[in-house]
């Protein structure tokens, strides 16, 4: 394997580097003391996102997108994670992957717009009894006597759903059938709910859904009957290892950033506190581990892109780099002192924020099950590709 980045690489992650630092840091604390991003700044950084060819990096050339890689999605992903949720998703898209089963006239009022970033969606798989269990879900669809599938149900912690305009919703049309239906917002029975106020990831709604005899046109079906969940899976395996794995990765690389500056010029007892064993010790695990997780999730990316089934690395790549994270940004709080706890700095932001990782889009337990029980069927080496 070539590590090397070659020319257009590296002129693409320099481009979305200077991005973040002229447009959305200077936002950053803005966002946090509102918990809001006001929307003619959204709309503003989303216009010039798209003006630099950084929206919907992952969808296809053809329909608008970036057209790029796995490799070079998970690049650009690693630098999204140095700033906010919310300016991620307003500067960048968060289109997803299911929308490439639309077919027909789907392709034109939800595809296109989409990736065009006319149209926002939010996917909509959790509900207040089907957490890491995604297919416990009672949300559900059945045709009435007219034949039109009619919907009812809830769905909770709806990342960005005050943005959207649309939703990709899991929905139970058999006894062990689930589907996905794309779901307009405003339709006759379709509420939206209470913002669950979150400990960390200010400025991002995290949204109460229900649906109360919603009916759906045909058109509204994505992909086949009973081919939902197989699609939710889908878009959470690149969601783990892009959203979580890559962005985990940037976003300790930066507090680790910060730890090295600070550790070179705070001094106590006429001595920079980077001269000391302890702190070292702190700096030289959290660079470890920034690189092990680095090189995980680029390897399962190369996977994705050999076609290869990576599914068990990105189980690996969702516990490693969420939970170093977590290890990376505690040890900052301790480097920094006093002033890591204070909101004054962005230090104490981090922290919050970084407790989710070990929670969304499937626990750390939940995965570390999923390894288990991969390595007792198939061995200690079962992450050999070669084998």
Not at 78 to 96: K, P, W
Not at 154 to 183: P, Q, Y
Not at 241 to 254: C, D, I, W
Request: hydrophobic share 40%; charged share 25%.
């Amino acid at each position: 394997m070539d590590f090397s980045l070659n020319d257009e690489q590296k002129m693409m992650i320099d481009t979305i580097r200077r991005f973040i630092a002229e447009e959305l840091k200077p936002l950053e604390d803005e966002l946090e003391e509102k918990g809001y991003l006001e929307p003619e700044k959204a709309a503003a950084i989303h216009a010039k996102g798209k003006e630099l060819g950084l929206y919907a990096l992952n969808m296809p050339a053809e329909l608008g997108g970036g057209g790029l890689s796995n490799l070079d999605r998970i690049m650009c992903e690693e630098q999204f994670g140095h700033t906010s949720d919310m300016l991620i998703r307003r500067a960048f898209g968060n289109v997803y992957e299911p929308l490439l089963h639309c077919k027909g006239e789907q392709v034109e009022r939800w595809l296109k717009p989409a990736v065009e970033g006319k149209r926002t969606c939010a996917i909509t798989i959790t509900e207040s009894g089907a957490g890491s269990d995604a297919a416990g879900i009672k949300t559900h669809a059945k045709r009435n006597e007219q034949g039109q599938w009619v919907l009812n149900g809830a769905k909770h912690f709806i990342s960005d759903g005050e943005w959207s305009d649309f939703f990709l919703v899991s929905a139970r049309t058999g006894e062990k059938e689930i589907s996905m239906f794309m779901v307009d917002k405003g339709l006759p029975g379709f509420t939206v709910g209470k913002d669950q106020k979150m400990m960390g990831l200010r400025g991002t709604p995290h949204l109460e859904l229900f649906f109360d005899n919603v009916v759906l046109e045909d058109a509204a079906l994505l992909g086949e009957q009973g081919q939902g969940f197989k699609l939710a899976m889908g878009a959470l395996n690149v969601v783990r290892l892009a959203q979580v794995g890559a962005r985990a990765v940037g976003k300790a690389t930066h507090v680790c950033e910060m730890m090295v500056e600070y550790a070179n010029d705070r001094k106590q007892f006429n001595t920079r506190i980077g001269d000391f064993q302890m702190v070292q010790q702190m700096l030289a695990d959290s660079v470890i581990e920034i690189n092990a997780a680095r090189w995980m999730v680029y390897h399962a990316a190369w996977m994705l892109d050999q076609g290869l089934d990576a599914r068990e690395q990105i189980a690996m790549v969702k516990v490693h780099a969420a939970e170093t994270l977590g290890r990376v940004v505690d040890r900052a709080v301790q480097v920094f002192g006093g002033m890591g706890f204070c909101k004054e700095l962005s230090i104490e932001r981090y922290y919050r924020d970084a407790r989710i990782y070990r929670i969304f889009d499937g626990t750390s337990e939940i995965h570390r099950g999923v390894i288990a029980k991969s390595a007792l069927k198939k061995g200690a080496m079962l992450f050999d590709v070669n084998r």
